[in-house]
Structures are given as structure tokens and as C-alpha cells.
């Protein structure tokens, strides 16, 4: 199980600075494909099926290209959200999404299989 704070989609340094390295260990398998899953790739899958459809507040999402956090929210209940602002005290639900272990190796499964690894 990996529990993922929604705090992350307000800094551009959120979700480990966006190498979303608590992935890393779901995404080799050499044994049955000789490849590897980037982890972004597969944090974006968790971020459009899990993360994005359980936030109850009113928000506007943007995924953005960058070597920092790429999934970030730009408001929340009508506030601009300061992305270089650590002091930020944005109020977020739920808190956190637990994603199961399954889930993760199934969405593994999909980017290997649809060569969406990119």
C-alpha cells in the first residue's frame, strides 16, 4: 500500500520534486519483459484515475512538462495556488489516497503492454 498526500499538486517540488521515487520499486521486471516503467509515467495513471477523481474540493488541474513536479494544481475553491510558496496552508480532500499494491502492478501491467512508456 503507498499513501500519497494531495499536498504534493501545490509545490513545483511535490511528489518527491516529480521522480515520484516511492514507484521505483513496482516498475522493473526483468523477468517478464526486459524493459522497465518509467515512474512518471506510471504516477500519471495514478494521478488521472485515483488521485484527480477523489478530490472534493473545486480545483483547476494542470500537468505541465518539466524536470520538477509535472501534476499540479493551479486553484482550489477560487485561490490561486503559489507552486514556490512552502508556507502554503491549502486545505485539501481528502488529505491522502491510499493506493493498493494491485493497483499499482496492474497500471505496471497496462504501460508494458500498450507500450505507453513514454
Known amino acids: 500500500m503507498e499513501r500519497i498526500y494531495?499536498?504534493?499538486?501545490?509545490?513545483?517540488?511535490?511528489?518527491?520534486d516529480g521522480d515520484v521515487e516511492?514507484?521505483?520499486?513496482?516498475?522493473?521486471?526483468?523477468?517478464?519483459?526486459?524493459?522497465?516503467?518509467?515512474?512518471?509515467?506510471l504516477f500519471d495513471l495514478i494521478v488521472q484515475r485515483n488521485l484527480?477523481?477523489?478530490?472534493?474540493?473545486?480545483?483547476?488541474?494542470v500537468h505541465i512538462g518539466?524536470?520538477?513536479n509535472e501534476h499540479r494544481i493551479q486553484e482550489i475553491d477560487g485561490l490561486t495556488v503559489?507552486?514556490?510558496?512552502?508556507d502554503?496552508?491549502?486545505d485539501i480532500k481528502?488529505?491522502?489516497?491510499?493506493?493498493s499494491e494491485e493497483i499499482i502492478k496492474k497500471y505496471c501491467e497496462e504501460v508494458f503492454k500498450e507500450g505507453k512508456n513514454e
Open 6 to 16: 494531495l499536498k504534493g499538486f501545490f509545490s513545483k517540488w511535490g511528489f518527491d
Open 22 to 41: 516511492f514507484l521505483e520499486k513496482y516498475t522493473y521486471d526483468n523477468d517478464k519483459y526486459n524493459s522497465i516503467v518509467s515512474p512518471r509515467v
Open 52 to 61: 484527480l477523481p477523489a478530490i472534493t474540493n473545486k480545483i483547476k488541474f
Open 66 to 68: 518539466s524536470c520538477h
Open 82 to 86: 503559489e507552486w514556490y510558496n512552502t
Open 88 to 90: 502554503w496552508d491549502y
Open 94 to 99: 481528502p488529505e491522502f489516497i491510499d493506493i
